[in-house]
């Protein structure tokens, strides 16, 4: 993992084995960021000018033995903007860049474009810089050393002055937020004959700290709570399900908020069974369970003054001669019955047992989050999720702050009409309907659980993300975002943490 520190000195006088930059375009060439001494800033423009370097996003040009630095290397990065335009995820982005390009270094000291951006800079290098440690023998990970992660960073050129207490906060803040993404994305590019629930469960009691509270829900328990949701989707594995329930409640918290995430360690289809080619990504099914997790643990290491639930729904979907089938009838923990139609739809039943047991302490939020349906691909695409609630308030709020944390999150409808899909006539509902508006009738169906608030007649103010298509990446890198599981998610929980508390 990359370590950082902070400097209030210029970069050009610092030792180290890469100098990096940011850069702006503009009419007359790019505009280089933050403070550097005007032979430095003079040589690097002539040489971008040399390179028909624009500052583009993602551009990155690096220069040679520089006069003005100590630095054998140069890297200047484009943030994509003008200066006036700049905003936190440009900057965040630019940083991932310049951390996926100095793997391998030893040490790198980067000029941050100027003191408001500390916290972006660090989150963009640190998940820039991860790499997934894989399962290569011993050769192939000694020739993967030059793909490490670049081990010290240097962040330079913050004024004289500036509030050293608030600043080391906002990188601890930063490092933390980073660390959580990375374990997420740990957890999602897993293989699944290592990750299955018990393991799954296993290392999150591992790895949450001590202020977390874990409860393990094993196939009694769950037999017990009358969760035939998971039960039955988990009944065609050797690897029994199940729900872990993380609880961190420091004192004097005023709201609780839930989060609920899909945990299907493999997803083959059931029954049902999916085509080989829509086979191979299903280890990432848990990207929901992932970021729940990995967010929990970073609102207990920041501190947060307000009190969460995890809820880790934890299955495995396979078809043997025991797996639940089509016209099957289950129970969920509401006492209520489904009737299964698709076996290949078994996220929003497990789902569905989660949001039972979460209503059940009366959150003032409760979020689901799941990689639940094609639909909200087709519709959005692979770098948006969509959000539905049974509140707009809720929706808005969680997209501005799904904004503001670089997340892209897109408000998306229930229709009355949806409704009368969800009619059965053998059980009180049924929970797939047709394939058009496929995203749709999983959030109403998902409605339907939440139960009521501490008012005891609104419903609990819930919102389902459907992260279908930015929870795994399958294209070239760009920004902070690598090929595999991209964390998505967690950073919108906390942000709504920090939000409400």
Not at 183 to 206: G, H, K, M, S, Y
Not at 469 to 480: C, L, R
């Amino acid at each position: 993992m990359t370590t950082f520190t902070l400097s209030t000195g210029l970069a050009s006088e610092e030792e180290t084995d890469v100098l990096v930059l940011f850069a702006s375009p503009g009419e007359e060439g790019p505009a280089l960021l933050g403070e550097v001494n005007d032979v430095l800033r003079r040589r690097l423009l002539s040489a971008l000018d040399a390179f028909r370097a624009r500052g583009k996003a993602d551009e990155t040009t690096w220069v040679h033995g520089v006069e003005g630095t100590s630095a054998a290397l140069t890297l200047v990065v484009g943030v994509g903007v003008a200066v006036a335009e700049l905003d936190g995820e440009r900057v965040r982005r630019a940083a991932g860049t310049a951390g996926r390009s100095l793997a391998g270094r030893g040490s790198a000291c980067v000029v941050v474009p100027g003191p408001d951006w500390i916290g972006q800079v660090t989150e963009g290098l640190a998940m820039g810089a991860y790499s997934f440690e894989g399962y290569h023998g011993e050769k192939a990970r000694a020739g993967k050393a030059e793909r490490s992660p670049v081990g010290e960073v240097t962040l330079a050129g913050l004024p004289e002055g500036i509030d050293a207490t608030d600043v080391r906060g906002t990188l601890r803040r930063a490092e933390i937020l980073a660390s959580g993404a990375c374990w997420a994305r740990d957890l999602v590019n897993a293989c699944p004959n290592e990750l299955f629930p018990v393991a799954f469960a296993q290392r999150v009691q591992d790895r949450v700290p001590e202020q977390v509270k874990v409860r393990l829900y094993d196939e009694e328990a769950l037999s017990e709570e009358q969760c035939g949701g998971i039960l039955g989707v988990g009944q065609g594995s050797v690897h029994p399900p199940r729900i872990v329930h993380l609880e961190y409640a420091p004192e004097g918290a005023k709201q609780r908020l839930s989060f609920v995430g899909k945990g299907i360690t493999f997803d083959s289809g059931g029954l049902c069974i999916k085509p080989a080619a829509s086979m191979v990504g299903m280890k990432g099914d848990m990207a929901g369970a992932a970021s729940v997790a990995a967010a929990v643990a970073v609102i207990a290491e920041l501190g947060l003054p307000v009190a969460v639930d995890g809820w880790l729904c934890l299955a495995e979907n396979m078809p043997d001669g025991n797996a639940f089938r089509p016209g099957d009838v289950v129970t969920i923990a509401d006492g209520t019955t489904c009737e299964v139609i698709n076996t290949d739809a078994e996220g929003r039943l497990v789902l569905a047992d989660g949001i039972v047991l979460a209503s059940r302490r009366q959150p003032d939020v409760l979020v689901d989050i799941a990689t639940l349906t094609g639909a909200a691909v087709v519709a959005l695409g692979h770098r948006t999720a969509a959000a539905m609630s049974n509140r707009d308030d809720l929706r808005q709020e969680v997209v501005t702050v799904a904004g503001f944390c670089g997340e892209g999150i897109w408000p998306m409808p229930i229709p009355d009409e949806v409704m009368k899909d969800l009619e059965s006539d053998v059980a009180d509902r049924k929970h797939a309907g047709a394939r058009e508006g496929g995203a749709l009738f999983a959030a109403a169906f998902l409605r339907e659980y939440v139960g009521k608030a501490a008012d005891g007649e609104s419903p609990i103010p819930w919102i389902h993300l459907d992260i279908a298509g930015p929870a795994f990446h399958e294209g070239s890198p760009y920004g902070y975002t690598l090929k595999g599981g991209t964390g998505f998610g967690m950073r919108t929980l906390v942000g709504l943490a920090q939000s409400r508390s």
